[in-house]
């Protein structure tokens, strides 16, 4: 052997065994209920945003967002880089509509795989969609002379109209009534009215 010697190579290796954190961005329009309960509306937007945390200084970046609803099959979003670390959902995830629509209570289940396939415990949100707007009704109480379907109702100044809304549940989904609105001529500005049983009564000698 003629002990001819090899210069010493030197290998940097990033080691990232950390997962991604995502987090689900509801919006403004989110509604927490009295038990907690997070309720949109049926036109919601939902977005994923998922960091790769940095430890020791290293971080390789997120590959994928993935999420799924009701336990169905995972979905990727299609997702851009805001940086070397974070990715996002630069739009709506498409969301899948059941039966009776995205509306009702639903199991929103998401996570994030790193480049180098950490995958993130997955994370859920139970959401409950309401779509559907209160209906209000008006009850003319006594003194009033009825006419018929489609035609005047005569009261006297002594008449209580009372008005109630009435927010109904779809798939056990129900936010409740915020404020009930009523005027009562076409071209006056609408009074408002809020209260915890969103119904009111008011005197037809006091409109």
Not at 60 to 86: E, H, K, N, P, W
Request: glycine fraction near 10%; charged fraction near 15%; charge should be negative.
């Amino acid at each position: 052997m003629a002990g001819n010697r090899e210069n010493v190579h030197i290998a940097t290796v990033a080691v990232d065994n950390t997962p991604a954190v995502t987090s689900l961005i509801l919006g403004a329009s989110v509604y927490t209920g009295p038990r907690g309960e997070s309720f949109i509306p049926g036109s919601a937007l939902l977005a994923l945003s998922a960091v790769d945390p940095q430890v020791n200084g290293v971080a390789v970046g997120v590959s994928t967002i993935q999420y799924r609803v009701d336990g169905g099959a995972f979905q990727v979003c299609q997702a851009s880089a805001a940086s070397d670390q974070v990715l996002m959902t630069p739009s709506p995830c498409p969301l899948p509509q059941g039966e009776s629509g995205w509306e009702g209570i639903r199991l929103f289940e998401f996570n994030s795989i790193d480049r180098l396939g950490n995958e993130e415990a997955i994370s859920s949100r139970t959401l409950y969609v309401d779509a559907t707007a209160p209906v209000s009704s008006l009850n003319i109480g006594d003194p009033k002379v009825e006419q018929g379907p489609g035609l005047p109702v005569f009261v006297s100044s002594a008449t209580l109209l009372g008005v109630s809304s009435p927010d109904p549940a779809v798939s056990e989904a129900a936010s409740g009534v915020l404020a009930a609105f009523f005027r009562t001529k076409a071209d006056d500005s609408f009074g408002v009215y809020a209260g915890s049983s969103l119904s009111c009564l008011l005197q037809v000698a006091r409109l």
